[in-house]
C-alpha cells in the first residue's frame, strides 16, 4: 500500500491492518475473542455481566453483542459461554 493510499485509509478511519500470518476459521476467531474479552472474569456470571466485563475489556461490538444474545442463566465458564454460542471449543 503506497503512502496516498494509506492517508485515505486514515483519512476514512481505517486503520492499517497487517494480514495474520495464520488464516484463522471462524470458530477460531471467536474462541480467541471470547479468550480476550472476557479475561479476568470471576464466574459463574450471568449474560449480564459477561457483557459488562466484555466491555470493560474493550471487546469488539459483534463479541458484545453476541454476548448478549446469551440465554439466561449464569455460566461456569468461557467454555459453557463458548458452548451456548455455538461454538465447540474454546
Known sequence: MNDDMTRERLGLGLREVEPSPVPLTPA?????SLQQALRGAVYPL?????????RENEAPSHVVSLLGTL????????DTVALALGNASV
Do not use: C, D, I, N
Open 71 to 78: 440465554p439466561r442463566g449464569r455460566f461456569p465458564s468461557v
Open 28 to 32: 477460531v476467531s471467536l474462541a480467541h
Open 46 to 54: 450471568t449474560a449480564e455481566q459477561l457483557v459488562w466485563v466484555a
